[in-house]
Antibody, heavy 120, light 110 residues
Framework: QGHLQESGPGLVKPSETLSLTCTVS??????????WSWIRQPPGKGLEWIGN???????NYNASLKSRVTTSVDTSKNQFSLELSSVTAADTAVYYC????????????WGEGTTVTVSS | QSVLTQPPSVSAAPGQKVTISCSGS????????VSWYQQLPGTAPKLLIY???KRPSGIPDRFSGSKSGTSATLGITGLQTGDEADYYC???????????FGGGTKLTVL
């Protein structure tokens, strides 16, 4: 079935870079059947898709965030990562990592989420 | 503003049936599959329906999905208090080359 776990700082200063990692267990990040995704949820609001990455390096991003987002896959650690640069208070949210079907993109496995607050 | 439109809230009594709509366009729902997610309070979203009408293993058949044209519907029968949650639809948008979520619908079981 698999398990995903997000990790990273819970507090980031404005203008700095938010960095999160998702560790994959019970499966391989090298699987060609999945994209590895990031989604966030600001307090009291709905889900916002950030983007996804395939282990081959293929990526898709939310146009509104694309200029600030970088994703990567580390096959040696079975992890994938998110970097969001030049953060502001509007980037405060619960960040989820998820596994997405390669062909149809639905997300069938989610991490529990990690709260990131942007504040000085 | 979400690409996919859902009603902010729906409510029904225990044991009753409720439907949640998700409206899109030809660039998303009209030409791509729809999935639905349940988010119980304080928890991560969970896949409820994929490929318009398929249920993952472990999801009871009280939950159903359908699609017609550029709209999709989630149906829940035999409502239970434990079904109180936020429900989100989602679909790939071919014009945006991006995934789109609906704004979410809060279900209250009265």
């Amino acid at each position: 079935q698999g398990h995903l776990q997000e990790s990273g700082p819970g507090l980031v200063k404005p203008s700095e870079t938010l960095s999160l990692t998702c560790t994959v267990s019970g499966g391989s990040v090298r699987s060609g059947s999945y994209y590895w995704s990031w989604i966030r949820q600001p307090p009291g609001k709905g889900l916002e898709w950030i983007g996804n990455i395939h282990y081959s390096g293929r990526t898709n991003y939310n146009a509104s965030l694309k200029s600030r987002v970088t994703t990567s896959v580390d096959t040696s650690k079975n992890q994938f990562s998110l970097e969001l640069s030049s953060v502001t208070a509007a980037d405060t949210a619960v960040y989820y990592c998820a596994r997405a079907n390669y062909f149809y993109y639905y997300m069938d496995l989610w991490g529990e989420g990690t709260t990131v607050t942007v504040s000085s | 503003q979400s690409v996919l439109t859902q009603p902010p809230s729906v409510s029904a009594a225990p044991g009753q049936k409720v439907t949640i709509s998700c409206s899109g366009s030809s660039s998303n729902i009209g030409n791509n599959y729809v999935s639905w997610y349940q988010q119980l309070p304080g928890t991560a979203p969970k896949l409820l329906i994929y490929d318009n009408d398929k249920r993952p293993s472990g999801i009871p058949d009280r939950f159903s999905g359908s699609k017609s044209g550029t709209s999709a519907t989630l149906g829940i029968t035999g409502l239970q208090t434990g079904d109180e949650a936020d429900y989100y639809c989602g679909s790939w948008d071919s014009s945006l080359s991006a995934w789109a979520f609906g704004g979410g619908t809060k279900l209250t079981v009265l």
